[in-house]
């Protein structure tokens, strides 16, 4: 009989590795202390960009590619299985240069390509280095496809009751109760908190994003600029992040955050200074020490964490692995080893 898996955490990373063990066979519960994908996964702008976010660090780069690879058949998948599309827009990226950069010291990856032969959205500029590969997905879309095809598949979900503790043989509830089987857990920032296994180095960093309208097809590519990034959405809709804050877990947009973010337009679309905002909102990235995930066991609980701005890249390839880890003994990708974080044995 397979075995059960108690997935804590229903944001994208849990309902991914739920709907890959669950295709492979297995029984699995998702247990979610309020609704999926309410924390960072619906929070994050859903920009895949690997090839700018790696900073020119080697197998990040390579782990990235890889998971965007995946992307186009991932979401066929969800799309066959529940008719919902994710938003996945193959848009490319611009990497503007801003007043006093070097364009040669501001050229984001091996693979950029310098142009002057730019959009009308881009005309402020004299050039910018162009990434065609680059991507964008609606993240609160594609939490919503990848949880209804986890259900489809047989992943069983119960919300609104927090896990208190974790053990090697299953989890106890806030207010009482235990659900027997084998933990993965998936907590995003809060994975640190979490009682019954060694405390983890992973801690939040905050994030304030802001949403203006546009006109649909004004701006039709992902722009980064010096201080952020601009991601449009195909409806006229542009998200606009996003802040670094080591501030812990206080919520909150803030004056300061959104004149941060008003630069970020200013440098990479001024003409949408005076756009209306619609929205603005803020949430926490689960950040390791190296800012690379952490993928494995301690005391009989597997960790899944710490993807910090990554984690709507990397979330086919990390239910891969994952399943493969647990069901095939294969092991982590170089560099995501939960043991760098953990005492030698």
């Excluded at 990554?310 to 939960?338: K, M």
Aim: proline share 9%.
């Amino acid at each position: 009989m397979p075995m059960r898996y108690l997935v804590v955490g229903g944001g994208l990373m849990g309902c991914a590795v739920a709907l890959e063990l669950a295709r492979r066979g297995q029984r699995v519960t998702v247990l979610e202390r309020a609704v999926p994908g309410a924390e960072a996964s619906s929070a994050a702008a859903g920009i895949l960009a690997p090839r700018v976010e790696a900073h020119g660090q080697d197998l990040p780069r390579k782990y990235g590619i890889h998971s965007l690879g995946l992307y186009p058949a991932w979401v066929q998948s969800l799309e066959e299985a529940t008719g919902l599309s994710s938003g996945l827009w193959p848009s490319g990226l611009y990497r503007v240069v801003g007043e006093g950069e070097d364009p040669a010291e501001s050229c984001p990856d091996v693979e950029s390509i310098w142009t002057t032969d730019l959009p009308e959205s881009l005309s402020h500029v004299p050039g910018a280095w162009w990434l065609p590969e680059e991507a964008s997905v609606e993240p609160p879309r594609l939490v919503v496809a990848v949880r209804q095809a986890a259900e489809r598949a047989g992943v069983h979900f119960v919300t609104g009751v927090p896990v208190r503790r974790v053990g090697a043989d299953g989890v106890e509830l806030d207010g009482g109760g235990y659900i027997s089987g084998k933990p993965i857990l998936c907590a995003g920032a809060w994975t640190g908190k979490v009682e019954g296994i060694p405390t983890l180095p992973v801690h939040p960093v905050r994030g304030q994003v802001m949403e203006l309208r546009a006109a649909p097809g004004q701006l039709a590519h992902v722009v980064f600029c010096k201080g952020g990034y601009l991601v449009p959405r195909k409806d006229g809709r542009v998200l606009v992040g996003a802040t670094m804050e080591e501030v812990g877990f206080e919520r909150g947009v803030t004056p300061k955050g959104l004149a941060y973010l008003a630069e970020v337009v200013r440098q990479g679309a001024p003409w949408l200074v005076d756009a209306p905002m619609t929205r603005s909102w803020s949430n926490f990235r689960p950040a390791s020490p190296d800012g690379q995930p952490m993928l494995g066991e301690v005391e009989g609980v597997y960790v899944v964490s710490g993807h910090h701005r990554n984690g709507i890249l990397l979330a086919p390839l990390t239910a891969q692995v994952v399943a493969g880890a647990l069901l095939d003994g294969l092991p982590v990708p170089e560099g995501w080893e939960l043991a760098r974080f953990l005492p030698p044995p």
